[in-house]
């Protein structure tokens, strides 16, 4: 019989963004801050006899062959457990793609604990994130599933508690490339001494201004200045920070409670100046 569960796949936002240095295997050294958000994709997950994969999505913009990495998180799933099963995955996309909040690597994560579940194979933690982090840097945090701060490549995960902060989202319709981003950051920049002190990033409005530094937000902005333009405008409507998320285009504005939020987020939906852009409200998770 045919076994069908849903999953929730949630987008990211990093709060704090650091580059070390480029290491010998062409990845770079971060330091991060991420938060999951209630912003989510949809996956729709049929184990049944047989075998292959095939992947179905509302988004024609998608690739539904073996590039996608939800298809990529069920092939390494079945070659590391030797499982002999047909899988069909049908997402339904809600988080902006190439947007720096992480759908793709989240997608992957959702699969890889799904099949999972839908197996009674119960690998540890520490094996799905081995082959997570295969797939991409960003899929171990989601398996997480809770804010943390990342080291290495992403793969150091070390959770923490952050305050469930309101953030509006502003995605300008493009697409940026990550490789694209880290191929012109400029690296000359002493950044060794680097300290986040979590404990005060609750209520304290400087403390979250002080946290909001993404060192790929300079790199994009010189390419679109539209960043630069939608963060003014978080700010001038209450928020707290802003920042771009990842290697963008994705703006977020930091907020301390709904209200604000929400508030700001009606106003920018009848900004003409945005209305060709999506415009997103959601909690940290």
């Known amino acids: 019989m045919p076994s069908i569960?849903?999953?929730?796949?949630?987008?990211?936002?990093?709060?704090?963004l650091r580059v070390l240095r480029k290491r010998a295997d062409g990845y770079h050294d971060i330091m991060s801050l991420m938060q999951p958000i209630s912003l989510y994709d949809e996956i729709s997950l049929d184990i049944r006899e047989g075998r292959g994969i095939s992947?179905?999505?509302?988004?024609?913009?998608?690739p539904v062959d073996r590039t996608n990495l939800a298809f990529k998180a069920a092939e390494a799933f079945f070659k590391t457990t030797g499982i002999n099963n047909k899988a069909i995955i049908k997402i339904k996309k809600r988080i902006p793609v190439a947007a720096g909040l992480g759908g793709g690597s989240s997608n992957a994560a959702t699969v890889l604990m799904a099949l999972n579940e839908l197996t009674s194979l119960n690998l540890s933690a520490n094996d799905l994130a081995k082959i997570g982090l295969a797939i991409g840097s960003d899929v171990p945090f989601f398996l997480v599933g809770k804010p943390c701060l990342a080291k290495g490549r992403g793969e150091i995960l070390e959770p923490?508690?952050?305050p469930k902060f309101w953030y509006v989202l502003i995605n300008p319709g493009f697409p940026v490339s990550t490789q694209w981003v880290y191929r012109n950051l400029n690296l000359t920049k002493n950044i060794e001494n680097i300290n986040i002190n979590i404990s005060k990033v609750s209520k304290n409005?400087?403390?979250?201004?002080r946290l909001l530094i993404n060192d790929l937000e300079a790199v994009t902005l010189r390419k679109h200045y539209e960043i630069q333009e939608l963060k003014d405008a978080l700010l001038a409507l209450d928020a707290t920070g802003a920042l771009m998320s990842g290697s963008g285009p994705t703006v977020f504005g930091v907020f301390l409670n709904k209200g604000k939020a929400k508030k700001a987020f009606e106003q920018i939906k009848k900004d003409r100046r945005f209305k060709d852009m999506a415009v997103f409200i959601a909690q940290g998770l």
Do not use: G, H, R
């Open 5 to 16: 569960q849903t999953y929730l796949s949630p987008a990211k936002v990093n709060l704090f």
């Open 55 to 62: 992947i179905e999505c509302d988004n024609i913009s998608i």
């Open 160 to 162: 923490v508690e952050l």
């Open 205 to 209: 409005i400087v403390a979250i201004q």
